[in-house]
């Protein structure tokens, strides 16, 4: 089965960094593109960024450009989000999922940002 | 940026009676391999999304018969034959051809 168990968020003030993690199996991590998505207290989904399998292309959403940095290691299986410079509207719940279609997603892990 | 926007955003059923999603995109979703990157999603209270429906019209394995997706080009729509109790959710399409990836806001079904 193909799992995505993500860990790292908590609690940071503003202006504070946090670093996100999240360990795929059950699938040939190293050949696919992954993605991180978000979901603020009651809203809705928001996609963040994305890494192409080989990390040669990455992209993010402007609400994150220039705070957020994506990365990966296909030999641990694991795709990281370092988050700086973080703002009170970036709290919420933060997802990985596999795949340029968005196929399977991680059980999401809360990042809150607070004085 | 491609604007999705969903209607309704609110949508009381009764069960066993169908149920409709549109979606509208503000841009063409064929990409130019010709395949539409459209996807509908469920998300549960509590829960991660699910995908249900891929480039438009494919089910996900597991996603039972009464979910199709339909439409072409810039509109989509989310049909439910009949909808049940486990049906209460909030749905949401999202576009894979362009970047930024796009979300619909969302639309909740109540019973």
Redesign the interface.
Known sequence: DVQLVQSGGGLVKPGGSLRLSCVASGFTFSSYLVNWVRQAPGKGLEWVSSISATSGYIYYADSVKGRFTISRDNAKNSLYLQMNSLRAEDTGVYYCSSGTRLDHWGQGTLVTVSS | DVVMTQSPLFLPVTLGQPASISCTSSQSLVYSTGNT?L?W?Q?KPGQ????LI??VAIRDSGVPDRFSGSGSGTHFTLKISRVEAEDVA?Y?C?Q?TH????????TKLEI
């Not at chain 2, 991660?48 to 995908?51: A, M």
């Not at chain 2, 970047?99 to 969302?106: D, L, M, S, V």
């Open positions: 990157y996807m999603f998300q991660s999304p699910r995908r891929y480039e909030v949401y999202m894979g970047w930024p990836r796009t979300f619909g806001q969302g």
